[in-house]
């Protein structure tokens, strides 16, 4: 398979079963007896360990390489949503989260560096923005298609003695197993240092010596892990566009938590139950990736008629101003319109983001840049989370929707330094590399 069949397959094995739990991650521990404030702030301890652990992980995917990071990641996930599955007090709910956390950090980065670097590899240069509309396309759908089945799962109900929202989560297990064989059976890398193969003295010493090659070069790649951090460090330190792109992360992340954690529960509020939304929630959001991966295409569209940055700058704010209408709509119906709308918005804003971000790296840092994103936006949520709950709880749900969609429109002024790159590199015919077919 090509680098890009590869990249969009595993996109849909590692995101379909996330559709399965939209709803019963944040509902299934309100049922189970945590209040508001406390499952909100579930997602808060994985943001923290996101946030601890990305750089390091992002670093160790750039030193030793993209493939034992993957597999790693997946074997994790397995862990975290069995261990989610079975949990019944805060404290079990807690592990389950903080051992999510470590599945993100790890799976955030080296799928897609992985890809760019094997594009990189036959056409150096190249934008990837066509490929990353498509892949969020794929992640669309995916999680479109795992949340009606969720919904079905839901309304099926068929074993008594578990609670409606548990089946979902049970088979989300099941498939992260089935995520772990694909990665492990498809995701092909060349060594980051040559092994030697040690052609004489038999077959038993010839293995061995290769398996201490391996050993020793993965740990003289384990040793640049610090060095490969900082280099990310001082990148985003001296890189103002990079650096702009970063605090994007901020704003955005805020907004996510209207629609990722809030909508579910304010939607419980509407229809009187968390079971009654999980059984809506399950084709709402089905829809709602669908229009997201209809954002992600009409991005790639959008992009090379308007610009990366520009398409960028308008999805995020059309997207903060989404959220804000959650807020203040009046009904069940209203609140399911406005949600698939933002989720389309939210689709729109990502591949550009991302095409923005890979601009500013190179081989030997794409994964650390990814982690800096992915570690501000997990930080952020993890306080805005937690802040948002205390703050429906005083208030009203509504009344947090709309503070965080208001505060992440801001979020556009830090797009400038890269709208102005780009205009640099244009005006300077410095080769902004369209991307024009899959590579081989």
Not at 18 to 42: C, D, F, K, M, N
Not at 137 to 148: E, K, P
Not at 221 to 250: C, F, K, M, T, Y
Not at 387 to 414: I, K
Request: some cysteine; overall charge positive; aromatic content about 8%.
């Amino acid at each position: 398979m090509t680098p890009r069949r590869v990249f969009l397959l595993l996109s849909a094995t590692r995101w379909f079963p996330v559709g399965l739990v939209i709803a019963a991650t944040t509902l299934l521990p309100i049922e189970r007896g945590l209040s508001v404030t406390q499952t909100l702030t579930l997602a808060s301890v994985t943001g923290l360990v996101v946030f601890a652990l990305e750089l390091p992980t992002g670093g160790t995917a750039d030193a030793v390489g993209r493939r034992p990071m993957l597999i790693a990641s997946a074997v994790v996930q397995v862990l975290a949503a069995t261990t989610f599955l079975l949990a019944q007090s805060v404290w079990a709910f807690v592990v389950a989260a903080a051992l999510m956390g470590l599945f993100r950090a790890l799976d955030s980065g080296p799928l897609e560096a992985w890809f760019v670097d094997a594009v990189h590899a036959e056409q150096p240069g190249v934008d990837v923005d066509r490929t990353l509309a498509h892949q969020g396309t794929v992640l669309g759908v995916s999680i479109a298609a795992g949340a009606l089945v969720s919904g079905g799962l839901v309304w099926w109900h068929p074993i008594d003695t578990w609670s409606a929202l548990t089946l979902p989560y049970a088979a989300y297990a099941v498939l992260a197993v089935v995520h772990l064989v694909m990665v492990a059976l498809l995701v092909r890398e060349a060594p980051r240092r040559p092994v030697a193969d040690g052609s004489a003295g038999g077959a038993g010493p010839v293995v061995r010596r290769r398996w201490r090659a391996a050993f020793r070069s993965t740990l003289g790649s384990a040793r640049q892990v610090p060095a490969v951090i900082a280099s990310g460090l001082r990148l985003a330190r001296d890189n103002r566009v990079l650096r702009g792109l970063l605090l994007v992360e901020v704003f955005a992340s805020t907004a996510m938590v209207v629609f990722e954690s809030l909508q579910p529960i304010r939607l419980a509020e509407m229809l009187g139950g968390e079971a009654q939304a999980g059984a809506v929630m399950g084709p709402v959001a089905s829809v709602g990736w669908g229009a997201f991966a209809l954002g992600a295409a009409l991005c790639g569209v959008a992009s090379r008629r308007f610009g990366v940055a520009r398409t960028a700058m308008a999805a995020r704010v059309l997207n903060g101003l989404g959220a804000v209408w959650m807020g203040l709509a009046a009904g069940p119906a209203m609140l399911i319109v406005a949600y698939l709308v933002t989720y389309g918005l939210h689709g729109s804003s990502g591949p550009g983001y991302n095409a923005l971000l890979h601009r500013e790296a190179q081989r030997d840092n794409r994964s650390t840049v990814l982690s800096l994103a992915s570690m501000v936006g997990f930080a952020t949520y993890a306080v805005a989370s937690p802040t948002l709950g205390w703050v429906a709880q005083a208030t009203s749900t509504p009344v947090a929707m709309v503070l965080a969609g208001g505060f992440s429109v801001l979020g556009v002024l830090w797009f400038v330094p890269a709208l102005r790159a780009e205009r640099e590199r244009s005006r300077q015919g410095d080769d902004i590399v369209p991307e024009v077919a899959p590579v081989a």
